[in-house]
């Protein structure tokens, strides 16, 4: 693999202290019919049978990553979409529940199905799970962060043969880099600045595999922002900088951050 690409290393991912990765599937919906029978008001809309496409987000974190770099592969999360499709798509949540199906009793529900179905692994990682209706629960996400886009190949390394992330492909990423609300805006459009430039220069357009020197997975891809990010930021700016998260599709994404017990 290449060298990093310029100015890409003066804070290096080895520098920085204890990270946490975080990962969130969206792409998991089942469609359904309910009622609220609880609501004081008997006029309330939500009291009367309707239905809607509800939307499912599953979110782990972990402070260090297994091979080829994830804290999970999406795949392993496939069991949650099956338990959705058999036992609640095209159902009437009313005959299913003795509980008011609100979309966070549901969220509820889902975790106590994932903690005690999915692998132990898994289930010590589970960070939330998100219900809403219609649009996929991470597209309302961090309205308010800076971000940027740009268009990339690439394929993981040492992955069973035959899964598809192995096979030379490609992603139309999207890149959110959170700043603390405060940050004044002068630096906060310096920051956006520097990254957007790197991205069109460094990352757009290429094989991650031919300019970056680790896995290109969404988890490491992440962090190794967050760190050229600091890399290019004084000692204000790096305060403001609290996270970077990495979409490699409108429903996926990976997120690192320094962790919270890392003192910072």
């Known amino acids: 693999m290449g060298p990093h690409p310029a100015n890409s290393t003066r804070v290096a991912v080895s520098d920085l202290a204890q990270g946490r990765y975080c990962i969130g599937d969206g792409s998991f919906s089942f469609a359904a019919a309910h009622r609220l029978v609880t609501l004081p008001d008997a006029e309330n809309k939500a009291a009367r049978p ?49 509980f008011d199906t609100t979309t966070d009793a549901l969220a509820h529900h889902i975790t106590a199905w994932f903690l005690a179905n999915m692998p132990p692994e898994r289930g010590r990682q589970l960070q939330a799970v998100d219900v809403g209706l219609g649009a996929a629960t991470g597209a309302r996400q961090h309205v308010d962060d800076e971000s940027f886009t740009f268009e990339a190949a690439h394929h993981l390394e040492g992955l069973p043969d035959g899964h598809k992330c192995g096979w030379h492909h490609g992603h139309s990423y999207r890149v959110d880099l959170r700043l603390d609300p405060q940050t004044h ?80």
């Open 50 to 98: 309707h239905g809607h496409t509800f939307t499912v987000e599953v979110q782990l974190a972990d402070t260090e990553l297994r091979a080829p770099g994830f804290v999970a592969d999406y795949a392993e999360l496939a069991p949650v979409g099956e338990y959705l499709k058999r036992e609640l798509d095209h159902r009437d949540l009313n005959d299913l529940f003795t």
């Open 185 to 264: 805006p002068g630096r906060r459009a310096r920051l956006h600045a520097l990254l957007a430039e790197y991205l069109d220069r460094h990352l757009d357009h290429r094989d991650l595999n031919a300019v970056l020197p680790f896995q290109p997975t969404s988890e490491l891809l992440a962090e190794h922002l967050y760190a050229w990010t600091l890399s290019q930021a004084n000692a204000q700016e790096t305060a403001a900088v609290q996270a970077v998260r990495v979409w490699e599709s409108p429903r996926r994404w990976a997120e690192f951050t320094q962790d919270e017990r890392s003192g910072r």
